[in-house]
């Protein structure tokens, strides 16, 4: 057994793991790493792999090949070390309805020795139920029942917070509230979250990194900021009064252009901006506006994996 205690170690360490049901491969020699303190998404068009893969992490469902480490612990060969690394929403949070959320944490904190009334309080003012956590969880609204969900996987002080599908039926506002919260998690209590999402633009804005993968293959793992931002080069685009012509000068100096509407866009840093605009000025093409643009995730997702629907 190899066990890793570097504090810079990942924390989840994904090692060539397939997954075969009968003779169809759903997983494919998938590899990647997270980590520690970062929100980590997981993204993938429909049947691309994502649950099948969380399934496998939190050990409901058995590895073919390779193998998962979690907190330096291999799912497969130490799994009771591995998985108390680990809280986990698969799904829905399960709730018993007639209990109040109090008592739900405290009867799930009897399956763990060690935590205390203390630790209860603690992951009940990091979710911010402390108005609510005596009332019956029949009376919760769905962001309610996800918050107290969340309260019991952090109960155990797990290094490693796993999400599949957290914002199903959440409003807007109870996104945000999710997505402050996991933020919070990974500054206060210095853990890594894992969230699978069909959300793109909530990926966006509550991610560190993404890994994305398609037909159970990585097609790539990407820091967000690296997503939208192209080594300091923006879209830029001019709104010019003869797209033809425009598009016909950038052709003469090698430039790659699109075309969106009224628009040329051209990837540019500050210096090139000013540039092009004296050049287009200069070739009696009237600009009536430049402003940059950037690609959003879901841009950047299609580019990679095509026009497949996400899950």
Known sequence: MSVTSADNAPIVQIDQITKRIGSKTIIDKLSF???????????????????????????????????IRIGGYSIRTHFEQAIRHIGAIVENPEMYKFM????????????????????????????????????????????MRQRLGIAQALLHKPDVLILDEPTNGLDPAGIRELRDHLRQLT??????????????????????????????????VRLIKELVDDGGKQRVAFEVASIDQALALTAGHSAAAEVEGNDLILILDKQETAAWNKRFVEAGIGVYSIRTTTKSLEDQFLEMTGSDPIA
């Open 33 to 67: 790493v997270v980590p520690r303190g970062e929100v980590f998404g997981f993204l993938g068009p429909n049947g691309a792999g994502k649950t099948t893969t969380i399934r496998m992490m939190v050990g409901l469902m058995s590895i073919t090949e390779g193998d």
């Open 100 to 143: 109040s959320g109090y008592h739900n944490l405290v009867h799930y904190a009897r399956m763990f020795p060690g935590i205390g009334k203390d630790r209860i309080q603690e992951v009940i003012d990091l979710v911010g139920m402390e108005n609510r956590i005596h009332d019956k969880v029949k009376t919760y609204s769905l962001g």
């Open 187 to 220: 500054r206060e209590e210095g853990i890594s979250v894992i969230v699978s999402s069909h959300l793109l633009a909530e990926m966006e804005l509550m991610c560190d990194r993404v890994a994305i993968i398609q037909n159970g293959k990585l097609v790539d």
